[in-house]
């Protein structure tokens, strides 16, 4: 509401547990109580009474499971192609066109890969080998070419390796909007995103939440749209 008080615009998300998307791989004695709502649905709701766009992301991904693979096997996190149904459902609340066009015009399938991921870390096997990787027709996810700025926060603001960073103005030559964003987040937007923004953004600024701690003197600094 503050931000909206100072003309930017607010999208609110949570990224869904990967078992709330799989619960078919769940043995039955984990599968969670059902019988009043989810925490999702309530903050969800409190968001559409004060009229806070927000993304609908187990909603999204729930519809998306038939397309491929969304998160990695052995990780919590999603993988390039859930990155990309939540990311295009950003791109169109905020009235950008995504570059790439529709997810399944751009989607090509999975390839086989070998790769760290925190299941596989926490179990002991470090790497998790057979993993599904989407594969796109497009570039989609490199940042060759695109040049990101680590940005210094006061002591504690930097979480697990998660610095915040800055994608300048003119980081990319022609970027499809000329919109500046300030995403507060962690690992689900941290990487996977970067790329995503950089084409879509004509600046991006990221922070960690840092449970709502993060540096708000920064998001005042950049000013975003």
């Known amino acids: 509401e503050r931000q909206v008080r100072a003309g930017r615009r607010f999208v609110f998300m949570l990224a869904p547990d990967k078992h709330s998307i799989y619960p078919e791989f769940l043995p039955a004695g984990y599968l969670p109580d059902r019988r ?4 999702a649905a309530l903050v969800q709701a409190g968001l559409a009474e004060r ?10 991904l729930d519809a998306a499971k038939g397309t491929g693979p969304l998160y990695w096997k052995r990780d919590t996190h999603w993988n ?4 990309l149904f939540i990311f295009n459902r950003l791109v169109e609340i905020l009235g950008v066109e995504p570059v790439h066009g529709t997810v399944g015009g751009v989607y090509a399938g999975t390839k086989s890969i070998d790769r760290e991921g925190d299941f596989a870390t926490i179990n002991g096997e470090g790497v998790s080998r057979g993993e599904q990787m989407p594969v796109f027709r497009q570039p989609l996810f490199s940042m060759q070419g695109i040049t990101t700025e680590a940005l210094t926060q006061a002591d504690g603001n930097s979480v697990a390796g998660m610095a915040p960073y800055l994608i300048a103005e003119g980081a990319v030559a022609d970027p ?17 995103f970067r790329p995503l923004f950089a084409q ?9 939440h840092q ?11 950049f000013d975003p749209d």
């Open 36 to 39: 009043g709502p989810d925490t």
């Open 51 to 60: 009229g806070i766009a927000y993304i609908d992301s187990k909603a999204i």
């Open 80 to 83: 390039q192609l859930g990155a």
């Open 176 to 192: 499809a909007s000329k919109l500046s964003i300030a995403v507060i987040g962690d690992s689900f937007t941290f990487g996977l």
């Open 200 to 208: 879509h953004f004509a600046s991006v600024l990221w922070l960690h």
């Open 211 to 221: 449970q709502g701690g993060f540096d708000r003197a920064m998001i005042e600094r």
